[in-house]
T-cell receptor
């Protein structure tokens, strides 16, 4: 089945720790995105990538980093600089053009 | 002013009734429009695209009003399972990828 896989489903971060969220897609989409969603709020764009080895900051990139070494993979690292990391993180991908995004089922990150 | 705005609701709807709600967008150059459904603590899932002439998918009808810059979603014969948050997505064609803009969502609660 084609789709987007995010792991882990739940993640806990200790003070001062970096954690990495995985996102893999087999839809052959060029573009991939990371969003953050806080309770009762809309989606906010963290980073996006339209091609391998290239990525762009979104609206709330501070405290996060990404890489895009393979077309299928777009991991997100939540660094210790992100002081309020507790949120629901969603990865998405899309084809070029006016196409909709497809989402993974998300990772919930909490602070220990 | 936000680029994409939705009434957050909640819209409380008796089972079997009809509910409709809008999403307004600020940029007249917006090209593509979608409705997503998001269940509590889950990822958004594509519900339907919105075409210029309006379109229907079962009990769901989507309309586009370019003159007044809004899209609408109407749900007929509401089911309990229709309870969710409905997100509108607008794509602004700035390049070959398009810039996606999300509304914060309209919550619908269908009651027995």
């Amino acid at each position: 089945d084609g789709g987007i896989t995010q792991s882990p489903k739940y993640l806990f971060r200790k003070e001062g720790q970096n954690v990495t969220l995985s996102c893999e897609q087999n839809l052959n989409h060029d573009a991939m995105y990371w969003y953050r969603q806080d309770p009762g709020q809309g989606l906010r764009l963290i980073y996006y990538s339209q091609i391998v080895n290239d990525f762009q900051k979104g609206d709330i990139a501070e405290g996060y980093s990404v890489s895009r070494e393979k077309k299928e993979s777009f991991p997100l690292t939540v660094t210790s600089a992100q002081k309020n990391p507790t949120a629901f993180y969603l990865c998405a991908s899309k084809d070029r053009g006016n196409q909709p995004q497809h989402f993974g089922d998300g990772t919930r990150l909490s602070i220990l | 002013r936000k680029e994409v705005e939705q009434d957050p609701g909640p819209f409380n709807v008796p089972e079997g009734a009809t509910v409709a709600f809008n999403c307004t967008y600020s940029n007249s150059a917006s090209q593509s429009f979608f409705w997503y459904r998001q269940d509590c603590r889950k990822e958004p899932k594509l519900l339907m695209s919105v075409y210029s002439s309006g379109n229907e998918d079962g009990r769901f009808t989507a309309q586009l009003n370019r003159a007044s810059q809004y899209i609408s979603l109407l749900i007929r014969d509401s089911k309990l399972s229709d309870s969710a948050t409905y997100l509108c997505v607008v794509i602004l064609t700035t390049d070959s990828w398009g810039k996606l803009q999300f509304g914060a969502g309209t919550q619908v609660v269908v009651t027995p």
